[in-house]
């Protein structure tokens, strides 16, 4: 038993049975969540360092907590990208990090790369947050961990990624989780936002929203980054939010027990109406909650493991 | 000073010769070439014993050892002997980045690749725009450089693209073609300037062909590693539009039009339409091209990053294509040296580039000549006699009279690439543990022996 | 069915070494019945009274305690499940990690008389951990601890309150305890090596 690696990169390494561990870890870590008091001493005396090159409140929020209920000693650093383009190249802040003697370093970077650059670097166990456009691991196992809680299950379901696949690396973490434990996958959005050669990633790709979400169990909705229109990349919110953005109407498409996810921070209006946020499907706030338990879990078993050499 | 060069398979793409004779050489120059030179009567000068190139001497070096009046004898039996490897594409990063390369670090790893020349670009800092920057990098050249250097100038002044340089004074310096080479002139009225303008000095003009707007902020070849990585891509079409753009302008203006590191499979197909057409357009691609495609990429790797960037296996095929039906006249390294931090780096942030120089020769002939794909007089006018016909130097050939710049070289010996043994000041190479075949011996440039195993 | 293979498998292990049977089926059933009348004894009824079950086979004990209690005094006494892995002292010193299983305690402990169960007593260190883990679930009035067998070599200050069977053995034994909810058969078995 245990994550047989010093380090979670992303959900490309996995295996099923990897992630079946973590999922099933994170359910017992879930009901820490539930007490009075809300510690458990597992990783008491584990230094935690959270590296966050890009602003973040949700994930590095929900690592912080998970190290916390673990008992472990938290540090959060947070470097702008002025600092990084002023001073300390990653490599410096690595060798710097690393002779402090940190467990665990959860790394946010702009760059796709960077987890792995670091953790080449570190005797610590590198998490990571997410890496440019690469991927994000914790997301796409929280999701796949929110998922199996309502269903009961994952295999065989039809799950749809809808929005700017090229740039996100919750869709890249997704598919691959997702196709390993049995799940269609489908991904949706403009033309001009889907990577080339993306079907070979086992997904069946679709530019119109309706048919894409025609039939599936899970819709997950990426946020849009507003920068990508000054890139050229859609000519208005106006119209991507016709086309691409997922209201009550077009739900009625979809399954009736359709499961509504996003990664947050959601733009209300944009990719997702406000109704469909909030409704009765959505498990955005599950998500969120899910968040902490199993990162909590990835906690525990990257610390808990004998370490290499 | 008089050296032989005895018993080597002299292979000379020029004259078309391929047989094992001798070569006298005497004040820089080949003076005599035939199967016995040694048929005059003299006497070895000098005490010591010439040294032998491998291990056991020859008959025809002892025998000339006892006959002929020179300074050394270098045994070439088993080797071959070609006229001096010209690279028409080299980063020498001097003036401006020293930490990277020297002109005197890079002529010796041009030397230790078995080059006797090297073409370097204007991207130094300041660029060489000007008759003082020329003029510096030729004095430099002339007292530390191990290799004749030819310089590059600049299309427009700072490579700003923006305003032609002073073409006539480079050309009146001593630069034997013009680029902006680290970037493209993306404004063609002003390529079309140029070209017509380098025409008058009958100069070729290097384009390095990318559309900045289609590259955008691309690190990769635009394919399926981009796509898993999460890396911005390069599409092909960012090259091959620009291909395009200057090879109507080089027929519009009539200029003669060289273009640096093909990439992609639509590229080469335009230049050979061009060429079957007479358009008067040349070209050249890098080892690396023709050796790796983009998944050397996997893993995040830097020292496979440059621009333009590794392609697909199709692409790869393409330029091996291109090499043999003569469609890609040159062979040329595009040797680009970064410093370790400067690589080593995020693969966003690292610098585009890699280094080639002493590895070109060895990798022509493992990857493209052993395969079959390229007969080995083809590979070797591609390294000689078509960069000088190019450029129109008097180079690149082996005959009576000629310059003595020769490259000896071990077409069997097998080695393991160490990137920390490089005479290069930078390691920045994709081919670091890579065991080749065929490795230099020795380098003469000018008659002089500047570099040997 | 599982179960019945996995009993099969410890007999043919067991049997590759030797092994002595220290109870019986009856005699854990004496065991239990007797613990039950001690429990009600010392803490004068079963008012507040709660069992809390460690790993799997303390579970099954607690439960077959509680029936015991059912028919003693007519209460309904709750039984709770702990997981105590995330309180080891032994995390990250242990080859293979342990798996986390879920802690399923459905009732308020503050207040209550906790009779911990378990299995075998050792070095202590599992108690210890289930006294932090209770401890950060609730106040209970009071914790005790029943356990079938009390092999000695305590590596902490813990002692049992109820004891099945005390088991002198030597480091190198082990103590097999099987139940029939979990192994088909009800034994406790001593296996050296």
């Keep these: 038993m245990g994550l047989a690696r010093k380090d979670l990169l992303r959900m490309q390494d996995l295996t099923a049975d990897e992630i079946r561990l973590i999922l099933d870890t994170a359910e017992s870590m879930k009901q820490v969540a539930g007490r009075d008091i809300k510690k458990v001493p597992a990783l008491r005396g584990k230094t935690l360092i959270n590296l966050f090159y890009e602003a973040s409140t949700r994930t590095r929020t929900s690592f912080e907590i998970a190290g916390k209920w673990l008992s472990a000693d938290v540090i959060n650093v947070s470097t702008s990208s002025s600092s990084v383009a002023k001073g300390e190249s990653l490599k410096d802040t690595g060798l710097t990090l690393q002779a402090m003697h940190p467990d665990i370093v959860v790394l946010r970077h702009p760059a796709s790369g960077a987890a792995e650059f670091l953790a080449k670097q570190l005797a610590a166990s590198v998490i990571n947050a997410g890496d440019g456009a690469h991927e994000h691991p914790s997301q796409a196992l929280l999701d796949l961990f929110t998922i199996r809680e309502k269903k009961g299950r994952l295999e065989g379901l039809k799950a749809a990624i809808v929005g700017d696949i090229a740039h996100s690396r919750v869709a890249r973490s997704n598919i691959h989780g997702m196709r390993k434990v049995g799940m269609e996958v489908r991904v949706a959005g403009p033309r001009t936002m889907l990577p080339c050669f993306i079907d070979r990633l086992g997904v069946e790709v679709f530019t119109d929203l309706e048919r894409a979400i025609a039939d599936v169990d899970i819709i997950m909705m990426l946020r849009l980054q507003l920068e990508r229109q000054q890139a050229g990349l859609f000519p208005s919110l106006r119209e991507y939010s016709r086309l691409f953005g997922l209201t009550l109407p077009r739900l009625k498409g979809a399954k009736s027990d359709v499961l509504i996810m996003h990664p947050g921070p959601i733009n209300r209006g944009v990719e997702i109406a406000p109704e469909v946020a909030d409704g009765p499907y959505s498990l955005i706030l599950n998500q969120v909650e899910n968040g902490v338990a199993v990162r909590m879990a990835l906690l525990y078993l990257l610390a808990g493991a004998p370490q290499a050499g | 000073m008089r050296i032989l060069i005895a018993g080597g398979r002299v292979i000379d793409p020029a004259s078309g010769v391929d047989e094992v004779v001798d070569l006298l050489i005497e004040d820089g120059r080949i003076v005599r070439i035939g199967k016995d030179v040694r048929g005059a009567r003299c006497e070895v000068r000098g005490a010591e014993p010439p040294e032998a190139s491998k291990g056991k001497r020859s008959k025809a070096a002892k025998n000339a050892e006892s006959a002929i009046n020179v300074d050394r004898v270098m045994d070439a039996a088993g080797l071959v002997v070609c006229p001096g490897l010209i690279d028409m594409h080299v980063h020498l990063r001097q003036p401006g980045r020293e930490d990277k390369e020297t002109i005197a670090t890079g002529t010796l790893a041009a030397a230790r690749g078995g080059f006797t020349a090297v073409c370097c670009m204007p991207n130094t800092d300041p660029v060489n725009d000007t008759r003082s920057v020329t003029e510096f990098i030729l004095d430099t050249a002339k007292r530390e450089g191990a290799v004749h250097v030819y310089p590059v100038g600049a299309i427009s002044k700072g490579l700003r693209g923006e305003e032609l340089a002073e073409i006539g004074e480079l050309f009146e310096s001593g630069c034997v073609a013009v680029s902006d080479d680290g970037r493209p002139v993306m404004n063609a009225e002003l390529m079309r300037r140029a070209m017509e303008y380098a025409g008058m000095f009958d100069l070729p003009v290097i384009s390095h062909c990318e559309d900045l707007h289609l590259s955008g902020k691309g690190v990769v070849h635009e394919g399926i590693v981009s796509t898993e990585l999460g890396l911005c891509g390069i599409p092909s079409t960012s090259e091959a539009a620009m291909v395009a753009r200057d090879i109507l302008l080089a027929e519009l203006t009539d200029a003669r039009l060289h273009i640096a590191h093909v990439s992609a499979a639509e590229s080469v197909r335009l230049i050979r339409e061009a060429k079957a057409r007479g358009v008067r357009v040349s070209c050249e691609a890098t080892p690396h091209h023709f050796a790796l495609t983009e998944e050397a990429v996997r893993g995040f790797n830097t020292n496979a990053k440059m621009n333009p960037p590794l392609r697909s296996e199709s692409d790869r095929q393409a330029i091996l294509a291109g090499l043999c039906d003569g469609t890609i006249d040159v062979i040329a390294t595009d040797h680009a040296p970064h410093t370790i931090q400067d690589k080593e780096q995020e693969f966003d942030v690292a610098p585009f580039g890699v280094i080639g120089s002493e590895t070109a020769l060895a990798l022509t002939l493992s990857t493209l000549v052993a395969s079959g794909a390229l007969p080995l007089k083809q590979a070797i006018a591609k390294l000689t006699s078509e960069p000088a016909r190019i450029l129109k130097l008097p180079k690149g050939r082996i005959a009576e009279g000629a310059d003595a710049d020769l490259t000896i070289f071990d077409p069997d010996r097998e080695w393991t690439v160490d990137a920390f043994g490089f005479a290069s000041k930078s390691r920045n190479t994709p081919f670091h543990g890579w065991e080749l075949k065929g490795g230099t011996v020795a380098t003469i440039v000018a008659g002089k022996v500047v570099w040997e195993a | ?193």
């Design chain 3, 1 to 193: 069915m599982v179960r019945g293979f996995f009993y099969a498998l410890n007999l043919m292990a067991a049997e590759l070494n030797e092994k002595a049977q220290i109870l019986d089926q009856a005699g854990i059933q004496r065991a239990v019945t007797r613990i039950a009348h001690e429990i009600v004894e010392r803490n004068k009824g079963t008012n507040d009274l709660v069992l809390i079950g460690l790993r799997s086979r303390g579970v099954d004990l607690a439960r077959r305690i509680a029936q015991e209690l059912k028919i003693i005094d007519g209460a309904d006494i709750p039984v709770g499940t702990l997981d105590v892995t995330l309180y080891r002292d032994d995390l990250g010193r242990v080859g293979l990690q342990p798996v986390v299983r879920k802690t399923d305690i459905p009732f308020p402990i503050n207040e209550r008389r906790v009779v911990l169960v378990d299995d075998v007593l050792y070095t202590g260190r599992t108690i210890r951990a289930a006294l932090d883990s209770l401890i950060d679930l609730g106040r209970p009035r009071l914790i005790q601890l029943a356990v079938l067998v009390d092999r000695g070599h305590r590596e902490l200050p813990i002692r049992a309150d109820y004891v099945g069977k005390n088991v002198p053995t030597s480091r190198q034994e082990q103590v097999q305890v099987l139940l029939t909810e979990e192994d088909g058969v009800d034994g406790v078995l001593i296996v050296k090596g």
